[in-house]
């Protein structure tokens, strides 16, 4: 059964949703490394909605499913305006500090630590899932 919570849309919010992660992980035996980066791409996602989504959401909801052979989480964005994932440019590691425009090196860092990622807007919500297989 999946663990939900409802966060304040703001950065605060974190502590709460870090208070599930570390509750919830533990409870399953999540291995460190495996805990450590799924708490860095949900804190990466949900600091992106908070600061870049735009709208009249108050509240982002996480839910959090951890099995046997997998964990996945969502984010949902209530109320916010339309915003397009595949906008976000793509990370250039070869490039210049210099030559380098701001953005997706977050999105970047998540990418590399999950299996797989999706985003999917509809009736004003953005929901971002994530997936994280385990090794056995």
Do not use: C
């Amino acid at each position: 059964m999946p663990a939900t919570i409802e966060l304040h849309r703001n950065l605060d919010a974190l502590e709460p949703m870090f208070g599930l992660l570390d509750a919830e992980l533990a409870r399953h035996g999540v291995d460190d490394r495996t805990a450590f980066g799924i708490k860095l791409a949900a804190e990466e996602l949900f600091t992106n909605l908070v600061r870049h989504n735009t709208g009249k959401g108050k509240t982002i909801s996480f839910h959090l499913d951890v099995s046997p052979d997998r964990l996945d989480f969502e984010l949902i964005d209530h109320d916010v305006d339309p915003f397009d994932a595949k906008s976000i440019p793509r990370y250039d590691k070869g490039q210049s500090m210099a030559d380098r425009e701001p953005g997706g090196v977050g999105v970047y860092l998540v990418r590399s630590i999950v299996d797989k990622i999706s985003y999917q807007y509809e009736n004003r919500e953005m929901t971002v899932s994530v997936t994280k297989f385990r090794k056995t």
